[in-house]
């Protein structure tokens, strides 16, 4: 196969480079000030662009009248963001992240509001010129010689601003050092909303540029792998510098469609450059590691500080048995519920108890051990892809080796974190899991270069795989009950080992490396292997679940498997309780239950995760497991109120005050009183 | 930090684990960052079973030389012997594995551990139990976490900190987070140990309290110690021998009387003015009852 590069493409991949480019740029701009990835950088602009076609073509605006209301309204969405997220200034900046994944979610709600949605929805994005010209055969549109015109005025502009005003030099301080730039005089805070308010116009300009191309209806510019590709031109950047960032979309864009156009064939669609992709955003993660690492640490120097930890059991006996009795009959009802609910439900409830397995295994790497993983689902499809080829081995010998083979692949990701952490984790991770959506799920076989041998490694057929009827000692699950309760006892025990590992040593480990790297160290602990470990586990529980994801699906494509799940899955541990097992479930109860008794339209879904994930974070840091834990508490109360019939009721003793503070301060044990100590060698 | 798979890691467990105070041989040891020696060309020998004090100005290496010791910043050059063994060939938990434990300076801890899971910890160190034993709930995996819990439960009893037990560090006063880092040392069984300011953000008073609790530490745990410390009197009053650095030199080393003669050592950091020895008070009465003195002099290296 010869390679080729004809100007056309180059400069066609240049044009899409710039769009991905202004999406950098502000990416980086918010980073620099806020130090978080901002995954809303796509969506702060669609609403506006989405309202300039419904002012151009519903009320008949002038287009340029059209594009100023527009972008005041982006900038004003970028402001009013700032302003909501601001309230998690001192919050660890990967839960800020996680926010702004709910506020792209909020955000695309607004674009299907109907006085901001047009109501002719399959009509040409509007374009001010009409200027053509070809290179070649092929000929730019107006659209393309607009972005090709508008997008480096624009770049150029924004750099003379930060270079050149006091706004710019706050912005510039700010990213060096927001400590010290707050104590010489910095208005933190309002830099922040100005650099904001900057994106939203931005991301509105982005928008409006790189929908011409788009003939339907846009609703969601920033897809997964388009955010990816903005995010691998930022880190290119080194998520500080913007030219770097600009040019390098630019590049991004080249290297992409210069890769398109000599490696796509209709066999494998265009696995071969999402792998090329890939790597790229593993080498530019690792050769910047060094760099990131030293903004990073300001930002993941604070402590994990959920709120959660304080949710000790206490001592009393009543309350673990209201805790008991509680979990006892929530138990039987669900177990009985595939008896009277149809086969849809019955389904719906092994999805339900697969996700909390899911969420469990997110609990143990992210809530545990502090590494974000954005890609748990390209776990889940490495155990699903196991299972579709050897779906005839019995589930008992099944699962654990689809867990083991997954927890390998787990560990071989978590390589990466042990250089990278934090965002930049969730980043890799993240193109992890469209790498395997995209290119390894989607090649059912492909030729090794050099020995010229075959492996068939994808899923039998991308487009739907039809995966045998499972069967359990002899039993056959093939019926949505059965695997309703099969789903169930996975869950069971997945909970039962969880809770093993939470109270039998691991998770303190886990802890520690995640709390103080360098003490944990010190002290002992394998620093390096137990980083790994929670990879090990989380890989383990992740494939297993997907074995049963597959059984329970029956046929599945690629689709089943998209990036998106796995930020629903972080938008369940959040909702439920970013380090408690219960807080898991009753997030994936949340979340794939809601929809299920609210209907399933996007808009619901949309609303259960991005409103609730906005909400969860600025006003519930324990989640839906704190609301649980309290409801237990209000029960011990009512029972013990009944018992002791007369006296007064006994005060619930609140197991999460909102920032817990030692009660005993004033009287921690003196040195001295301690230096009477007499101890046995232990 | 180096690679997973550690072979060394092995050659103590087959000797048995040793007890007993450690020996370290420090020769021409230089840490480098960058172009800055912060270490720059110390040799020290530290005798089994002694009390060593390290003081010096700010910024002087020591904290450094701790570092370097626990293996938590590389060597550019020198060497490390601790009895026999050439630490370089071990990475940081694997010197904790050989007795050498550390305490830091700012005492962070693990904020959202609690006080047992943080002692806990320490027995994890000394007993591992593989993943899998603990997931299955092996007899193995169960009695080794029954005998660590009753192991930390007599420290929690004698330190005091049966109240703390389930609160998190991170909530804990800083006088109250170093007992817990001074338990977790009991129970970490060092031969060689190494402390960082241990009366670092603690009242003065207190301070001074610290004198028989570092004696005790001493004797429990029988081993040698290593003390940075910015309390000159607690120093010269605890230690057999005080080494006084200077921008990541030795300028000078031997008894406290010695070194208190000595006109390097005076200039160096001493001050060359009685009044920076007295911090503490008259050092015969250091039971408790001295007037406060000023604060000593600058806190954190």
Not at chain 1, 141 to 154: D, F, N, R, Y
Not at chain 2, 91 to 110: I, K, M, N
């Amino acid at each position: 196969m010869s390679f080729s590069l004809p100007p056309s493409v180059l400069l066609e991949g240049a044009i899409v480079g710039l769009d991905y480019g202004l999406l950098a740029v502000g990416l980086v701009l918010i980073y620099r000030t806020s130090r978080v990835v901002n995954f809303a950088q796509g969506q702060l602009g669609v609403v506006a662009a989405v309202f300039l076609v419904k002012l151009y073509y519903d009320y008949g605006f002038n287009y340029w009248a059209a594009l100023a209301i527009a972008l005041a309204l982006a900038a004003a969405v970028g402001a009013v963001s700032e302003l909501v997220l601001r309230r998690l200034f001192n919050r660890p900046r990967v839960m800020v992240m996680v926010a702004t994944i709910g506020l792209s979610q909020v955000l695309f709600l607004f674009t299907v509001f109907p006085f901001i949605r047009p109501k002719k929805l399959f009509r040409a994005f509007p374009v001010p010129i009409n200027w053509t010209f070809h290179v070649g055969t092929f000929l730019f549109s107006p659209g393309e010689v607009l972005t090709l015109i508008v997008a480096p005025i624009v770049v150029i502009a924004l750099a003379a601003f930060i270079r050149l005003s006091s706004w710019g030099l706050a912005m510039r301080a700010m990213a060096e050092n927001a400590e010290s730039a707050r104590l010489s005089g910095v208005w933190v805070r309002r830099t922040s909303t100005v650099a904001w308010t900057l994106a939203g116009a931005l991301s509105a300009v982005t928008a409006v540029l790189a929908s011409p191309g788009q003939t339907s209806a846009l609703t969601e510019v920033l897809s997964p792998d388009l955010l990816l590709l903005a995010l691998l031109a930022a880190l290119i950047g080194g998520m500080v510098s913007l030219p770097v960032a600009f040019v390098a979309g630019i590049g991004v864009g080249v290297v992409l469609d210069a890769l398109q156009w000599n490696f796509t064939n209709p066999s494998s669609g265009t696995a071969s450059v999402e792998l090329v992709l890939f790597l790229l955003l593993l080498a530019a993660l690792l050769v910047r590691a060094a760099s990131l690492q030293k903004g990073a640490r300001v930002g993941e120097r604070s402590s994990w500080a959920m709120g959660t930890a304080a949710f000790r059991r206490t001592g009393d006996a009543l309350r673990r048995t209201v805790g008991a009795t509680g979990v006892g009959i929530t138990l039987l009802v669900v177990a009985l519920l595939p008896f009277v609910v149809g086969v849809g439900h019955s389904f719906l409830m092994s999805q339900i108890c697969i996700y909390g397995v899911i969420a469990l295994s997110l609990t143990v790497l992210t809530g545990w051990s502090g590494q974000v993983s954005l890609g748990q689902f390209g776990f889940v499809a490495v155990g699903a892809d196991i299972a579709s080829h050897f779906s005839s081995l019995p589930l008992v010998l099944l699962l654990p080796a689809a867990g083991a083979a997954t927890a390998l692949v787990s560990i071989l990701v978590g390589l990466t974190a042990l250089r990278i952490r934090g965002l930049y984790l969730a980043v890799s991770t993240l193109g992890f899991a469209l790498f395997m959506q995209t290119s390894v799920l989607a090649t059912s076989c492909w030729t090794v270069p050099l020995i010229h041998k075959q492996i068939c490694s994808g899923l039998p057929n991308p487009e739907s795989t039809l995966i045998g009827s499972p069967s359990l000692f002899g039993i056959n699950l093939s019926s949505a009950q059965a695997m309703a309760w099969f789903s169930l006892v996975v869950l069971v025990l997945s909970v039962l080992m969880v809770r093993v590992w939470r109270d039998r040593g691991v998770a303190r480990r886990l802890i520690a490396v995640r709390d103080n790297e360098v003490a944990a160290g010190s002290a002992g602990i394998p620093v390096v292997r137990t980083k790994l470990l929670a990879f090990a586990l989380s890989g383990f529980m992740a494939g297993y679940a997907g074995v049963c994801l597959a059984f329970a699906t029956q046929r599945f494509s690629t689709d089943t498997f998209d990036p998106t799940f796995s930020i629903l899955v972080v938008s369940m541990v959040v909702i439920g309780g970013l380090d408690s097992i219960p807080g898991a479930l009753l997030g994936a109860l949340y979340l794939e239950g809601l929809p299920a008794i609210f209907g399933s339209t996007p808009t619901v879904e949309f609303l259960t995760s991005g409103v609730g994930l906005v909400a969860f974070i600025l006003y519930l840091p324990g989640g839906l497991a704190q609301i649980m834990h309290q409801l237990g508490d209000l029960v011990t109360a009512g029972v013990e109120h009944i018992r002791t019939r007369g006296s007064p009721p006994v005060e619930p003793a609140d197991p999460a005050p909102a920032h817990p503070v030692d009660p005993h301060q004033g009287r921690s044990p003196s040195p001295a009183a301690a230096g009477t100590f007499s101890m046995a060698d232990p | 930090m180096t690679g997973v798979g550690s072979a060394p890691a092995a050659a103590p467990a087959a000797e048995g684990p040793r007890t007993g105070p450690a020996r370290l041989d420090i020769d021409e040891l230089v840490v480098a960052f960058g172009g800055l020696r912060a270490v720059d060309g110390v040799s020290l020998t530290i005798e089994a079973g002694s009390i060593v004090g390290l003081i010096g100005a700010n910024g002087s290496g020591k904290s450094t030389l701790l570092d370097a010791v626990s293996g938590i910043v590389p060597l550019a050059e020198g060497r490390l012997r601790l009895d026999h063994e050439d630490l370089a060939d071990y990475v940081p938990h694997e010197r904790a594995r050989l007795g050498v434990v550390r305490s830091f300076q700012d005492c962070r801890l693990y904020p959202e551990l609690s006080v047992e899971d943080t002692l806990l910890l320490c027995e994890d160190a000394r007993h591992r139990i593989d993943v899998l034993s603990t997931t299955l709930q092996m007899p193995w995996a169960r009695r080794a976490e029954r005998q660590k819990r009753l192991a930390v439960d007599r420290v929690i009893g004698s330190f005091g900190l049966e109240r703390f037990r389930s609160h998190s560090t991170g909530h804990l006063s800083t006088g109250t987070r170093r007992i817990v880092d001074l338990a977790s040392i009991v129970l970490a069984n060092p031969r060689l140990l190494l402390l960082d300011e241990p009366t670092a953000g603690i009242a003065q008073r207190e301070a001074e309290a610290f004198i028989p609790l570092l004696r005790r530490l001493h004797e429990v745990t029988d081993s040698t110690i290593l003390l940075v410390e910015h309390d000159v009197p607690l120093v010269f009053e605890l230690c057999s021998t005080v080494v006084v650095m200077q921008t990541g030199e030795m300028v000078a080393a031997g008894t406290p009387e010695e070194v208190r003669r000595d006109p390097r050592a005076l200039a160096a950091y001493l001050g060359a003015s009685e009044e920076a020895l007295n911090v503490s008070g008259p050092i015969a009465s250091s039971s408790g009852d001295a007037p406060p003195g000023p604060p000593p002099p600058g806190e954190g290296g």
